[in-house]
């Protein structure tokens, strides 16, 4: 059975910072590509960041590009998403995600998510 579980999330004045962490268990972790995506009530499921299976690439939604960073250890069956320099518009609730083909993640194209953790940012 694959899980996914986040953790990290809370509570963080604007300009600050938090890392998320997403812990894997049940699925071939170095083989899959891995995820971060974030949701507000009302909204879509929205794409932030993806990583290869190997870590030597990743992608990244503009809003973020320059304040997150995703990265992964494999030893550890772990995946990350740095936030800095965070703003109230990234108030949300942001969900883990694997998947088999890194290129289908900005399409929300996912094989598996975890349950999320929530992230507020207050101005």
Do not use: H
């Not at 600050?16 to 071939?28: T, Y």
């Not at 703003?87 to 083909?101: E, H, L």
């Amino acid at each position: 059975q694959v899980q996914l579980v986040e953790s990290g999330g809370g509570s963080v004045q604007a300009g600050g910072s938090l890392r998320l962490s997403c812990a894997a268990s049940g699925l071939s972790f170095s083989s899959d590509a891995m995820g971060w995506f974030r949701q507000t009530p009302g909204k879509e499921r929205a794409f932030v960041a993806a990583i290869t299976a190997s870590g030597g690439r990743t992608d990244y939604t503009g809003s973020v590009k320059g304040r997150f960073t995703i990265s992964r250890d494999n030893a550890k069956n772990t995946v990350y998403l740095q936030m800095n320099s965070l703003k109230p518009d990234d108030t949300a609730t942001y969900f883990c995600a694997a998947g088999s083909i890194f290129a289908a993640f900005s399409g929300g194209r996912v094989d598996y998510w975890g349950r999320g953790t929530q992230v507020t940012v207050s101005s």
